[in-house]
């Protein structure tokens, strides 16, 4: 069966998403990572039983709204935005299914409401990227530059949908054809003698703000689910050395090593990862 498509009004914006599963099952919200969108779970999200799935395409990205003004996109913005869904849904307990930057903001959420998220399962993230105390006013110039320079630039575009496709198959984190279609056909928009993303590229703008390793460390400290780290072999410890240490320094998180690259959970791994979810949430 297709996912059903949805659409939700969320503090001003539209939000749109694809359900998974079973309508009356354990409810998740699943949470994909940066410059990607909802397609993402395409593959995983029918392997999944016995849940309810909403798979949310984040501000900014695929076919929901962006946000409004010149700011950068901040993960405490979504944070707050995921709850208001999650109370429109009626989820006052609710699972959280995150990839690369959404499981960064599932952790930081549950870090910071504990009492909201029953359970886990993040694959390739879980730890923000720190700033020191003596980078923070380069962080911010970075940010406000970055953004001064974007303001009216063109986006790419692209002659059509296989263009578009192909570019996508060399992005930071090589895609096999496939996973790069499914995330492009969601993320892409017609224009004027072609197409181009309909991702907000204020979101190759660097966060105002970062949080420092004592900030991480507290909102880390402070999950209370049952939490199933997945992390892939060719991922995030390959390309952050002292990551997969990191993520294990915390006795209430069970991390898990497994082949394959960032985006496993989309391609031909994508079974093994769900064996690992299965049961679990």
Excluded: C
Excluded at 124 to 130: K, Q, V
């Amino acid at each position: 069966m297709p996912p059903k498509q949805r659409q939700f009004a969320v503090a001003g914006l539209h939000y749109k998403a694809q359900q998974w599963g079973d309508e009356n099952g354990r409810p998740v919200l699943a949470l994909h990572g940066w410059l990607d969108n909802s397609a993402s779970f395409s593959r995983l999200a029918p392997l999944l039983k016995g849940l309810n799935i909403i798979a949310l395409d984040m501000a900014g990205h695929g076919q929901s709204d962006s946000r409004p003004g010149n700011s950068p996109y901040n993960i405490w913005d979504d944070m707050a935005d995921l709850l208001a869904l999650a109370d429109t849904l009626g989820w006052q307990q609710f699972s959280l299914l995150g990839h690369s930057r959404g499981a960064i903001i599932a952790a930081l959420l549950a870090g910071t409401f504990p009492a909201r998220v029953k359970k886990m399962a993040l694959i390739e993230g879980l730890l923000p990227e720190p700033v020191s105390d003596a980078d923070a006013p380069k962080q911010l110039a970075a940010s406000i530059a970055k953004a001064r320079e974007l303001e009216g630039k063109p986006l790419r575009l692209f002659g059509d949908l296989n263009a578009a496709v192909k570019a996508r198959t060399r992005g930071m984190f090589p895609l096999s054809e496939g996973a790069a279609r499914a995330l492009t056909e969601r993320g892409t928009k017609t224009v004027a003698g072609g197409l181009t993303w309909s991702t907000d590229q204020r979101l190759l703008v660097p966060s105002a703000f970062k949080l420092t390793q004592g900030q991480i460390h507290a909102f880390i400290s402070a999950i209370k689910a049952p939490t199933r780290v997945l992390l892939a072999g060719d991922g995030m410890p390959k390309l952050y050395p002292g990551f997969l240490a990191a993520a294990q320094q915390y006795p209430q998180l069970e991390v898990i090593a497994l082949e394959g690259g960032h985006h496993l959970h989309m391609e031909q791994q994508a079974g093994t990862v769900a064996s690992y979810i299965n049961g679990f949430l």
